[in-house]
């Protein structure tokens, strides 16, 4: 089942934001374009976009408003995953070579920036401080989030507000603002816009939390890499903390393995042991919690259709992964 | 002599604006703090800041909004170092080991990004939309700049337009707009913002050629690296272009050593041809050209300090290349 199934009364305002995206690169400097575009040829689910189209439904829509704001939002998305590509030497991303193996890495840089720049530039478009204060602000978090996320790498002394706050920066707060400046941009009541900034928090929460647990239930052929692959590298998620703090028998075969620095030589056992462990069954019932919570935030919004869909999205983004 | 020693009457208000510029890096994130705050405390000329508060003299002189400006301006500049320093491997910035040496790529990556964030999260606390499209505009061009220049590397056909472009985007750009945003954030009338934007236009310009100069003309100890460095690295610039199409004996002997791809092999003696060449005279002289236009953008502002100190600047900075 394809995400656009299930909205399907936005199909054709996702589709102007398509094109929309495509024509915000500069076509002029032409390596520019090719390198910009490669990764949005590549397609994705636009679900940043599609936040803001129906948070955009609480008040006045207006897509040429909208536009200005959906654009950024998935431009932001974009210029992170440039970024990301040449931090972790990245060769392939949704199937297609990215941006850094196919130029090289000054290029993948500078385009990175240039997303990033060309976002801000976009939404100044639209008159209104306040939209360019969120943005620039949620800008700031991101890259906090990625050197925390740096700094955390093999750090297993991570309580769980520590590991919360990581997926806040690094992927709740991009939705959550997605959700936030649709509203914004249409106007709507600030009650609505809170509703909608609640609502994408929680639904990015549940959608990370998620997306770690996959990482260790989900099989190879599904991931499309080895399993485990967030722990290998050394990012440690909820499953793999749940463990450890959780002690037992299991809990203290891991820390060893940590403490004498052999967790590499260990590191099949090791990831057995966290998808065979509670962390599993915890971190899905945390996201449930979260999800309950987006559900929640919207308990105050009317019962039509827009409300139906963000339900419907924030199931699918996040059991489609169990 | 020192650049502050000229403007003794702003010497406060910068000291100000530098340490709002190290309050405005995040010290919670105590790595982040120290990779961003490492290059701030490695100094520099905070020339972009100056030019910032001597615009502000057109208009109703507040600190508290030119700060406002100044900071991000200086950000945005630093920020450009920081992600330079990725990307050439560069070991040294200002006599300090740069960010990416002491830390590393990935926290280097994002502490430019930081950075450029941060810069455009601090303008948004000006209420003035166009405050921030000129800004996020900039960026765009310098990023297009950056790319322009890789693209341009052992580009042997080019034209002096295609340099000038790509100076105006590189250093040019960065010096106009904070002339003139210094000028309309303190809500100049137009025609004073008008003539700090084409000063500083000028002065930028006649400052890169300047410095493409004196890759040439200084010494290595004067330099602090070997002459003809921007030559070597594949970077053409205008005294190497002049020389080229000035032809005469010495343009054919590099012309045939960059056709049979030999440049590398004879590059002491292309730098030597290139000193030696006609391109020095035509350069300082169109860097002159450009310091007349800085001083005639100045012809209409009354006869007052302001106006001195910005004469004095465009001749210091420009002028004690030579």
């Known amino acids: 089942m394809n995400l656009v199934d299930i909205y399907v009364q936005l199909k054709g305002d996702v589709e102007y934001i398509e094109r929309e995206l495509e024509r915000s690169m500069d076509a002029r400097t032409m390596e520019l374009y090719q390198s910009s575009t490669h990764l949005l040829k590549a397609g994705g689910k636009r679900i940043r976009p599609v936040f803001v189209l129906l948070g955009g439904k609480w008040g006045s829509y207006d897509l040429e408003r909208l536009k200005l704001v959906a654009v950024p939002l998935e431009l932001i998305h974009m210029a992170t995953l440039v970024h990301d590509d040449v931090i972790d030497d990245a060769d392939k991303r949704r199937g297609r070579e990215t941006v850094k193996a196919k130029w090289n890495n000054r290029i993948a840089m500078y385009t990175g920036d240039y997303i990033f720049a060309r976002a801000l530039n976009i939404a100044t478009r639209l008159d209104n401080p306040r939209v360019h204060q969120i943005l620039s602000k949620a800008i700031v978090e991101m890259c906090k989030g990625e050197i925390e996320q740096i700094r955390d790498l093999y750090n297993w002394n991570q309580g769980l507000k520590h590991y919360l706050r990581r997926i806040k920066r690094k992927t709740a707060l991009l939705i959550a603002i997605s959700c936030q400046l649709g509203a914004i941009a249409s106007e709507a009541p600030e009650e609505r816009i809170d509703s909608m900034y609640r609502y994408g928090y929680n639904v ?58 052999k967790l590499n030589e260990h590191i099949e056992e090791a990831i057995a042991l966290i998808r065979g462990g509670e962390g599993i069954a915890y971190s899905r019932a945390l996201a449930g919690r979260y999800l309950d919570r987006a559900r929640a935030a919207l308990a105050d919004l009317p019962d039509n259709a827009t409300k139906r869909s963000l339900l419907e999205i924030a199931n699918f983004i996040v059991e489609r992964k169990f």
Chains 1, 2 share one sequence.
């Not at 549940?206 to 190879?220: M, S």
């Not at 080895?226 to 749940?242: E, M």
């Open 204 to 261: 990015g929460m549940a959608f990370q939390i998620a997306d770690d647990l996959l990482d260790f239930t989900a099989t190879e052929k599904q991931l499309g890499k080895p399993v485990g692959s967030d722990l290998r590298q050394g990012n440690i998620t909820l499953p793999a903390l749940y463990s450890l703090w959780n002690g037992g028998r299991d809990g203290h075969r891991l820390r060893s393995w940590i403490e004498e620095g």
